[in-house]
């Protein structure tokens, strides 16, 4: 989740700077003011909300019997430097594609 909240942030961002880049920096808005004012809560709690209701995989006393089952989270195999830096590559691929597929396009 953590890189996922650095992905949509920096693709946000990026896409508004693309913009003003491409107008001078003009102060014209991107997006609509309700859509700037929703972007967080829409893109940041439900999917907190979705991951919290439905990530149930194991029985809790299967967790219960077996704990090294989680020991990928205790040893942070999931999230390293490199998997960051994917992701921010991406975010930054993606807001240039976003950006100039839909003004030039």
Request: proline share 4%.
């Amino acid at each position: 989740m953590v890189c996922y909240f650095f992905y949509k942030n920096i693709v946000f961002a990026l896409t508004i700077f693309w913009y003003g880049l491409a107008n001078d920096f003009s102060a014209q808005s991107l997006y609509d003011d309700g859509y700037q004012s929703l972007y967080n809560v829409i893109f940041t709690s439900l999917p907190v909300m979705f991951f919290a209701v439905l990530d149930r995989d194991l029985e809790p006393a299967m967790v219960a019997k077996h704990p090294e089952l989680y020991s990928t989270g205790h040893w942070n195999a999931r999230f390293s430097p490199g998997r960051f830096w994917g992701f921010i590559l991406g975010a930054v691929v993606h807001s240039v594609l976003l950006f100039y597929l839909t003004v030039y396009a």
